[in-house]
């Protein structure tokens, strides 16, 4: 009688486990890589560079993307910054340049918009690393202010196609970045107060005032983006 009922259940352990092993679906539904570039206004203007990996999920269509671009722009104001960080003089004449560098990563979600092919909202962590580049031609004076901020980036992009493998692609998304220390020459202005060697009674609301650190950034692009 133990033998009857053993055998069965053996029969019915196999069959069960056959079954789902031909209807049960994959952990992975077939990923796909690509690459992408985009150019446009980033603060300034910005060329970012990024790979995505989609359909990695069988129960959820997310994509998931990590970028990093170049941006140039405004570098703040070079007679408050001279101020700020290094003295009171007034001689020369001012130059500026700034740029900084973004690493970022985002999750994005298909959504429907209108009858496009693909459209995807995104979201996710940002960081930049700023650097605004000030010189006094003709007073002696050469200096960098920069600083490092975490932040967070939503967006919307859309996609259309040109070959199977290939997408104009357009993106305008929000960019947020936090308060961070900003250092330059011997000084270091921290948003809690928390000044190294900081100048006379200039604080860290003077510093950001002074150079154009990413803050509230705004981005349109325009790009390509390449099926692998």
């Given at each position: 009688?133990?033998?009857?009922?053993?055998l069965?259940?053996s029969?019915f352990?196999?069959?069960?486990?056959?079954?789902?092993a031909q209807t049960?679906?994959?952990?992975?539904?077939?990923?796909?890589y690509?690459l992408?570039?985009?150019?446009g206004?980033?603060?300034?203007?910005?060329i970012?560079?990024?790979?995505?990996i989609?359909?990695f999920s069988?129960?959820?269509p997310?994509?998931?993307?990590?970028?990093a671009?170049?941006?140039?722009?405004?570098?703040g104001?070079?007679?408050?910054a001279?101020?700020v960080?290094i003295?009171d003089?007034?001689?020369?004449?001012?130059?500026?340049?700034?740029h900084s560098?973004?690493?970022?990563?985002?999750f994005?979600?298909?959504?429907?918009?209108?009858?496009?092919?693909?459209?995807?909202?995104?979201?996710g962590?940002?960081?930049?690393?700023?650097t605004?580049t000030f010189?006094?031609?003709?007073?002696n004076?050469?200096?960098?202010?920069s600083?490092s901020?975490?932040?967070?980036g939503?967006?919307?992009?859309?996609?259309?196609?040109i070959?199977?493998?290939?997408?104009?692609?357009?993106s305008?998304?929000?960019d947020y970045y936090?308060d961070?220390?900003?250092?330059?020459?011997?000084?270091?202005?921290?948003?809690?107060?928390?000044?190294?060697?900081?100048?006379?009674?200039?604080?860290?609301?003077?510093?950001?005032?002074?150079?154009?650190?990413?803050?509230?950034?705004f981005?349109?692009?325009?790009?390509?983006?390449?099926?692998?």
């Open positions: 009688m133990l033998r009857k009922i053993f069965i259940v029969a352990i196999l069959i069960s486990v056959n079954s789902l049960a679906p994959p952990l992975a539904a077939n990923p796909k690509s992408g570039i985009m150019t206004y980033t603060g300034g203007f910005g970012n560079l990024n790979g995505t989609s359909e069988y129960d959820i997310l994509s998931v993307r990590f970028g671009g170049y941006n140039i722009r405004e570098a104001n070079p007679w408050d001279r101020k960080f003295n003089n007034t001689n020369g004449d001012p130059a500026e340049s700034a560098f973004d690493l970022r990563l985002d994005a979600y298909p959504v429907k918009l209108f009858s496009i092919r693909k459209s995807l909202l995104y979201v962590p940002r960081y930049s690393m700023h605004s010189e006094f031609v003709g007073g004076e050469f200096f960098d202010i600083s901020q975490f932040g967070l939503l967006g919307l992009e859309t996609y259309f196609g070959s199977p493998n290939l997408s104009l692609v357009f305008g998304g929000y936090f961070a220390q900003i250092s330059g020459h011997d000084s270091a202005y921290n948003p809690d107060g928390t000044d190294v060697s900081g100048r006379e009674d200039y604080t860290y609301e003077d510093a950001d005032s002074a150079i154009n650190q990413p803050k509230h950034e981005r349109f692009l325009v790009g390509l983006n390449f099926g692998l």
